[in-house]
Structure formats: C-alpha cells, structure tokens
C-alpha cells in the first residue's frame, strides 16, 4: 500500500495511488476514537465514528437518532439494518474519496459482509484493519473517566488526557460531557457485547490485521500503528 505520512507529503496532495481506508477494531474504550484522530490528522482524511455519527442523530432528534436511542442508552447496538444505512449514505460523502478511517463500524458479521459487499462493488477495499488489545480490567477505568467534546466529539480522559481547561475542549471551547453509558452497568453490557458479536470479525479479518497493545503513552502507540501500516 502506498501511504505518505502527513510529515512527508503536502495536504490535499494525496494522488490516486494513496488512498487509504482503514477499520479500527477493539473494545468500547481500546482507544479506537483517540487513535482515529491522529491518524485522520496524520493522512489527512476523515474518521467516521459510527457511534458519534448516532449520538449526533440522537441529539438532532432524526428518524434514525429515534430508532438509535434506546440502544444507544442501554449500551446495545443498534440493528444491522439502521447502521449499514447510516454508514453506506456516509461513505458516499465527497470527503471519503481520499479514503476514511472507520470507528466502531463494523461491529457485527452482518455489518463486514455488508461493508465487503458494498466496496466490491465500488471497486474498493479495505487496506488494514487496526486491532487495539487492552484488558478489561483497563478499560472500565479509561471510560467511566472518558470526557467528549459536544460539539466537534475530541476525547478526553480526566487523568491521562486532560483538556487544558476544566470542562473546555482544547479544540473548539465548546463543553465536555460524560456519555450515557460511559457509566459501569452499561460499561459491562457493551464489554459483554464486545466479545459475543465483534471480536470474531478478528478472525474475519486475519489477512489484513494489525494487532496493536493498546496499553501505554498514547504517541508510541500511535508512531506504532503508523509504521505498521506503511509497512503493509
Ligand atoms: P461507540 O461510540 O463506537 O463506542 P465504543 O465502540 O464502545 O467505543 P468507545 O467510543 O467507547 O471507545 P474507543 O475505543 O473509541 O476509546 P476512546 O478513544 O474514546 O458506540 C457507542 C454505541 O453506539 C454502541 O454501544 C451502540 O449502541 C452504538 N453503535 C455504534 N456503532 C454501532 C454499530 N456499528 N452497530 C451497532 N450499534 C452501534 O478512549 C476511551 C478513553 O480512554 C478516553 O478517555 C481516552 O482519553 C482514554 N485513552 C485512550 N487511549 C489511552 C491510553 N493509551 N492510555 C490511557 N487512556 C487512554
């Protein structure tokens, strides 16, 4: 795969040859969000959080934030049906021409074979599929103290990734919130359905996987997967 570092290539240079699209896996709280951030500023396309993508229809109050909502707040997923939807309208969108980087889509069988299905038929495919490994016993900690951005969705963590101002995101000064079912019940229930519906679409995906520990300072995991994927 072609594949230039924002360091060595200008923005919007990227030509045909290096577009990348990439499906980060791992469970809720592996730190998919924070390293699809980096990694969207680094190639300089965008990062299509499935689950930001729902809380946004949920607070705009749309068909598809009413059907979303109660699975959302109770830390199921939504059915196959309303996501597959959602993300195939996405990624029609003229800013993924360049390639995207796919957060928490897909997260079930029926959502790779339909996300298979549809690049087949845009004559496209995946480039590699990042595996973030952290153990559960890390994660609940990362989440019940995770902060969000309301406005633009940057994340936070009152420890390990304050933002400079209490409450404030760094990016945008708009306020930071706890999300719904960042509390420890629903924590479990979506750890629960991490490893019945999600973790086998690992070995759906053995041929284009980078397994990344996902514990530690966050830069070096993310100089990490960044080798590992221009290796690819
Ligand atoms: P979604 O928003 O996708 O949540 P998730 O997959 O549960 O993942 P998270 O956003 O919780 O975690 P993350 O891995 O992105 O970690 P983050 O970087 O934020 O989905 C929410 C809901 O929407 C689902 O439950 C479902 O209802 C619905 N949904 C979404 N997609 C769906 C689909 N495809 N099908 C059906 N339903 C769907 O990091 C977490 C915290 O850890 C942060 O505070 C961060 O600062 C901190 N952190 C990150 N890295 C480190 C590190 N190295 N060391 C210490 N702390 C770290």
Redesign the pocket.
């Known amino acids: 795969m072609k594949v230039f570092s924002g360091a060595r290539r200008e923005a919007g240079s990227r030509g045909g040859e290096d577009k990348v699209r990439l499906v980060?896996l791992?469970?809720?709280?592996?730190?998919?969000?924070?390293?699809?951030e980096k990694l969207s500023d680094r190639y300089k396309i965008p990062l299509l959080?499935?689950?930001?993508i729902?809380?946004a229809a949920v607070r705009a109050g749309t068909e598809v934030g009413k059907k979303?909502e109660a699975?959302?707040s109770?830390?199921?997923?939504?059915?196959?049906g309303?996501?597959v939807d959602v993300?195939t309208v996405r990624l029609k969108e003229a800013d993924c021409k360049n390639g995207y980087i796919l957060?928490?889509?897909?997260?079930?069988a029926g959502?790779a074979n339909a996300l298979g299905g549809f690049l087949k038929n845009n004559g496209l495919k995946l480039d590699a599929v990042v595996n973030?490994i952290v153990a559960d016993s890390?994660l609940v900690g990362?989440?019940s103290?995770?902060?969000?951005c309301s406005k633009c969705s940057a994340?936070?963590?009152l420890q390990?990734?304050p933002s400079a101002k209490q409450g404030v995101c760094d990016k945008c000064g708009s306020a930071l919130y706890q999300?719904d079912?960042?509390k420890e019940e629903t924590i479990k229930n979506?750890l629960t359905?991490?490893k019945k519906e999600t973790a086998p679409l690992i070995d759906y995906y053995k041929g284009m996987l980078i397994n990344i520990e996902?514990?530690?300072?966050?830069s070096e995991?993310f100089e990490r997967i960044c080798s590992l994927i221009e290796r690819k």
């Open positions: 980060m791992g469970p809720p709280g592996s730190g998919k969000g924070t390293q699809g959080s499935s689950g930001d729902l809380r979303a699975y959302l109770r830390g199921e997923l939504v059915p196959d309303v996501i993300m957060d928490g889509f897909p997260r079930t959502q973030l890390e990362r989440l103290a995770r902060r969000q994340v936070y963590h390990f990734r999300r079912d960042d979506r359905l991490y996902g514990k530690g300072n966050g995991i």
